[in-house]
Every structure is written in C-alpha cells, then in structure tokens.
C-alpha cells in the first residue's frame, strides 16, 4: 500500500485546511486509517481515525469538535478537515493504515505511513 497526503499549507489562526490521503497498491478499504501529527522535538501523536466501514471514528481530544476524518471509498481516498486551527496544529500530519478494521490510537498498530504533508498555523 501507498499512501500520499496532500492538502497541507500556511494558515491564520481560526482558519481551515483540508488534508487528503490517497491509496493505492494493494486495497486498504478493509482497515481502520488515522491521521497522526508530529510537532518538531515532539514524539508523534494520534489525531484521528476511522473504521474500515466509515464508522465509528476517534478524536484526540485537543482536536475534538474541530476535526473530522471522513473516507472515500470510490477513490480510496481518506480526509481530515480540518477547522479553527490554532497555533498548536502546527506539525507534519501523516496518514496510516491500522493493521486491522478497528482503529487505534497507538502508532505501532498501524503498518503503512505516508510521507506527511506540513500544516503550519500563524497567530
């Protein structure tokens, strides 16, 4: 599986972005995605995931109510929009495919990683 985010960009705080992830390769449609952000000098953190059916979805609570995580699945695509951003949004974002249907919070449980695509927030 391939994965290629893309969306990301230079923002004014309370603005919105919308990153996508496309897959291809082999189908990812039966596994849970999530999206993750790594801020420089911080360790990578969840952010949000979706079930392989499209629900139930997870949100980091620093992120709850602001984002919402949705899939494609005609284009295999999943996305994360992303609204009020704040200074602290500030990361690279990366996608991922869970290992399984379930999503989970933890990185080590998924198996494809993107290559991150940088969201940067000015005040």
């Known amino acids: 599986v391939q994965l290629q985010a893309s969306g990301g960009g230079l923002v004014l705080a309370g603005g919105s972005l919308r990153l996508s992830c496309a897959s291809s390769?082999?189908?990812?449609?039966?596994?849970?995605m999530g999206w993750f952000r790594q801020a420089p000098g911080k360790e990578r953190e969840f952010v949000a995931a979706v079930s392989w059916s499209g629900s139930p979805t997870y949100y980091a609570d620093s992120v709850k109510g602001r984002f919402t995580i949705s899939r494609d699945y005609g284009k295999s695509v999943v996305y994360l929009q992303m609204t009020n951003l704040q200074p602290e949004d500030t990361a690279l974002y990366f996608c991922?495919?869970?290992?399984?249907?379930?999503?989970?919070?933890?990185?080590?449980?998924?198996?494809?990683w993107g290559q991150g695509t940088q969201v940067t927030v000015s005040s």
């Open positions: 390769g082999r189908t990812s449609s039966n596994n849970a």
């Open positions: 991922a495919v869970d290992r399984g249907a379930v999503p989970h919070r933890l990185p080590s449980e998924y198996r494809y």
